[in-house]
């Protein structure tokens, strides 16, 4: 089974260091990958024998190896979101030949014929990012290794995993995500039919993992005090150099104000895409895809036997997706504005009937501690 084959490779590392890719493959996962190789997917099949190829090459510090693995991986984390959302999808005839770059799937959703090329992005720092989080790792290891010889419980130093540099605002995570989206997007892959860019962001994971991420701006009450933010992906997509990015508040009084954008988002610069599809992974290992697209694409890069209707775009982002939104904000509404204490990337309609009732109970409990704060903020001035 792929679970144990995988599992194999993360002996490597238990009790002595932590890899950051090794770390976002999730064994859940590879069991749907390996249930579509069962079940006669002749892409997962493929994907199947070239994971095992590639997992067999890997050492303890071949990143090479893992990298690859890791972008085969993607790919059938691609084709398992698309079964499940009862999408045709096949690998593309002709990849690589006549030395002409084509997306990696094609794909049919009733009866409309679409690409999905899939981008794995790699951690700001390239290799450099992952040797340090290994090296930090294999210190706090071997620091609580020489404690253990002591009597007593001992705790190991805290490790942060994060495919971002250390101390990266909104912003930059933001102009991190074009940049890296425009290094690895050919014109030739995304024009050579209808294409949805999906893009994994297992390795950069960031406040994109819910959908206000798709609106322009949000309202957060997730910290002590209301927090109005702007949606990453919304501006990876649909930012323009200028724009104003709001961050959090890091104390009371302080300015929400990260600095202006400097890059141009993605579906300008590529308006001939279907749309961009973002999958996040959440600390549960729990996949949502979250989808822009432009309210009228513009497919003329397109050869004219290959294009659809404009209206399709919008149809077939909706079929790949568990939201979607564009540059207008039109389903903006759709989505929750006022964030829960605890954070989720469940998708949350406005319409539900419930949500009236559990936005009741949510500001009694915050009106409660609120009061609590105050009180203790208050006890601690005097004393």
Known sequence: M??????????????????????????????????LALNGSPTAQSIEKEFRAFVNAITLQNFAAIAQAYEVYCEGVACVLL????????????????????????CELDGIRFFVEVKALEVQGGKYHHQGIMNEALEIQADLDERAKEPGVHVGGALELSGFKVGATRADRIESLIEKIENNAKFDQLTYGPTVLMVMLGRLPSDADGPYALVPAYMDETSYSPNVLSGELWHVGFGQPGNLILDWVEFEGAKAIDRLLSKEGVLHSRPYLVGVAFVSQDIRDEHKVLGLCRSVPDFTPID???????????????GVCDAVND????????????????????????????KSKVSAI??????????????????LSKH
């Open 327 to 354: 540059e207008l904000n039109s389903e903006g509404y759709r989505f929750i504005r006022r964030m829960p204490k605890e954070r989720t990337n469940a998708l949350i309609p406005l319409a539900d009937e419930s």
């Open 304 to 318: 004219v036997s290959m294009r659809i209707p404009d209206d399709h775009a919008q149809y077939i982002m909706t």
């Open 2 to 35: 792929l679970r144990d084959l995988w599992g194999n490779v993360c002996k490597q590392y238990a009790g002595i260091t932590t890899n950051f890719t090794v770390w976002r493959i999730s064994p859940e996962m590879l069991d749907e990958i390996e249930r």
């Open 83 to 106: 079964d499940k959302q009862g999408i045709k999808f096949k690998r593309t005839p002709g990849t690589g030949g006549h030395k002409q770059q084509r997306p990696d799937l094609e």
């Open 362 to 379: 949510y500001r009694l409990l915050h009106s409660f501690w609120t009061w609590v704060a105050a009180t203790v903020r208050g006890w």
